[in-house]
């Protein structure tokens, strides 16, 4: 579809060519507070502006996560039976999350910098063994699944294996990804599982084998920390079988698929630009860099919220039991808080972007890791990649949920 700035946000094919920025524009100028009809669903309001995304999303008690964090409507059984510590408010979320929070701080994720150096400069070296290569696949792939790895702690003979599930249980609206595709078949068989997917079928058969020791875990991986630590706290049980499971499927999609996208939308936006490649390697601002890809690719475009009494903002009256959507996609090209928004600006300072959900309870757990993968990949690249260019356009996926580059082919030039 063109982006003619009145593409439906609500249905999957207008993303199919990438996000409809145009579009976004228009609804953050005209109408920022949005009631958006569904072909399938009651509707719901799209919270658009950059502000009004922060306020919504630092207000837990008036907007909820407890009705699930994606558009779809959900009974109170499918609700329950898919619920990870993202679809709960505290003091429930802020209980599992303390116990998360050590696994993923900053100090344990910087124990993993020399790894990540070695992971990267392999990848590199082996994607320009040829001058042309599919970089999806040959680099923004490899090193957000080779991570995934070992900080769970699953062999690494699973781990494409756990990828393809992962991909198909997020990209549950891509044929590429999904042998289900949510708007388009039934998928009543799979209500209770993660995403409406077969794949969470899988996955969930795949982490009951992880509980039952049939799966062998490496000591010092997360997993292998919940199963022995965390399930048990103070002679209670605090993680039940079925939250391990559906954490375990958070873990694997959302482990890989954004930072992935982030990656591949570096490397797109690098071969578009000779300019801007050549800029980065000088300046080395591979940090500033990092942030600014992700806030281009925005991957997770949005989460949705739950209005538990009735409110209003900007003169638009929001009823409880609304659903309200923060699209942080629209929100990350605000021109009112980032100049010259669709210009990639590596030296953008400040930038505060919202693809981690910035400001909120919900705060992405993975933060650090995903900057320091895309910081390293980037100065990898620079010190082995003299020149980068795209042989042919990108695919996108199919959803308005997770944004990304599915495929890249790009001929590149080594560094002597």
């Known amino acids: 579809?063109?982006?003619?700035?009145?593409?439906?946000?609500?249905?999957?094919?207008?993303?199919?060519?990438?996000?409809?920025?145009?579009?976004?524009?228009?609804?953050?100028?005209?109408?920022?507070?949005?009631?958006?009809?569904?072909?399938?669903?009651?509707?719901?309001?799209?919270?658009?502006?950059?502000?009004?995304?922060?306020?919504?999303?630092?207000?837990?008690?008036?907007?909820?996560?407890?009705?699930g964090i994606r558009i779809e409507?959900?009974?109170?059984?499918?609700?329950?039976?898919?619920?990870?510590?993202?679809?709960?408010d505290p003091p429930t979320h802020r209980k599992i999350r303390s116990l998360l929070n050590p696994a993923f701080s900053?100090?344990?994720?910087?124990?993993?910098?020399?790894?990540?150096?070695?992971?990267?400069?392999?990848?590199?070296?082996?994607a320009i063994q040829k001058n042309k290569f599919e970089a999806v696949d040959s680099i923004a792939k490899k090193l957000p699944?080779?991570?995934?790895?070992?900080?769970?702690?699953?062999?690494?003979?699973?781990?494409?294996?756990?990828?393809?599930?992962?991909?198909?249980?997020?990209?549950?609206?891509d044929p590429d990804f999904s042998e289900l595709i949510i708007d388009k078949e039934d998928s009543e068989k799979y209500r209770l599982m993660p995403f409406r997917s077969p794949a969470g079928a899988d996955l969930f058969e795949y982490a009951e084998k992880i509980i039952d020791g049939r799966v062998d875990i490496a000591e010092g991986g997360i997993l292998y920390e919940m199963l022995n630590h965390i399930k048990t706290s103070e002679g209670q049980q605090v993680m039940s079988n079925l939250e391990f499971k559906n954490f375990f499927c958070l873990l694997i999609a959302a482990?890989?698929?954004?930072?992935r996208y982030?990656?591949?939308?570096?490397?797109?936006?690098?071969?578009?630009?000779?300019?801007?490649?050549?800029?980065?390697?000088?300046?080395?601002?591979?940090?500033?860099?990092?942030?600014?890809?992700?806030?281009?690719?925005?991957?997770?475009?949005?989460?949705?919220?739950?209005?538990?009494?009735?409110?209003?903002?900007?003169?638009?009256?929001?009823?409880?039991?609304?659903?309200?959507?923060?699209?942080?996609?629209?929100?990350?090209?605000?021109?009112?808080?980032?100049?010259?928004?669709?210009?990639?600006?590596?030296?953008?300072?400040?930038?505060?972007?919202?693809?981690?959900?910035?400001?909120g309870v919900h705060f992405c757990l993975g933060t650090w890791l995903a900057r320091m993968e895309l910081k390293i990949i980037l100065e990898e690249i620079c010190l082995k990649i003299q020149s980068i260019k795209k042989l042919s356009e990108p695919t996108w996926t199919r959803s308005n949920f997770i944004c990304g580059v599915k495929t890249l082919d790009v001929g590149i030039e080594r560094r002597k």
């Open 1 to 67: 579809m063109i982006d003619d700035s009145y593409l439906d946000i609500s249905d999957h094919d207008s993303f199919q060519n990438g996000v409809p920025h145009k579009t976004f524009e228009r609804l953050r100028n005209e109408e920022p507070i949005f009631w958006t009809k569904e072909k399938n669903g009651r509707g719901f309001w799209s919270i658009l502006r950059h502000g009004d995304i922060l306020r919504v999303n630092q207000n837990h008690k008036v907007f909820s996560s407890e009705r």
């Open 73 to 88: 409507d959900q009974t109170e059984e499918e609700y329950i039976a898919r619920r990870t510590f993202q679809e709960t």
């Open 106 to 126: 900053k100090q344990k994720m910087d124990g993993y910098e020399n790894l990540v150096r070695e992971l990267a400069s392999n990848i590199i070296n082996e």
């Open 145 to 173: 699944m080779l991570m995934l790895g070992r900080i769970l702690g699953v062999p690494e003979i699973d781990l494409d294996w756990l990828v393809q599930k992962g991909d198909a249980l997020i990209g549950n609206s």
């Open 255 to 259: 482990g890989n698929d954004t930072t």
């Open 262 to 359: 982030s990656i591949a939308m570096a490397v797109y936006q690098l071969s578009l630009n000779p300019k801007l490649f050549d800029y980065l390697k000088s300046s080395k601002n591979y940090s500033g860099a990092a942030d600014e890809f992700i806030r281009v690719a925005s991957p997770t475009m949005y989460f949705r919220r739950t209005a538990t009494c009735d409110c209003e903002i900007h003169g638009k009256k929001i009823r409880e039991n609304d659903k309200v959507v923060l699209w942080f996609v629209s929100g990350n090209y605000d021109n009112t808080v980032f100049n010259d928004p669709n210009r990639v600006n590596i030296d953008r300072y400040p930038n505060p972007h919202l693809s981690f959900g910035k400001g």
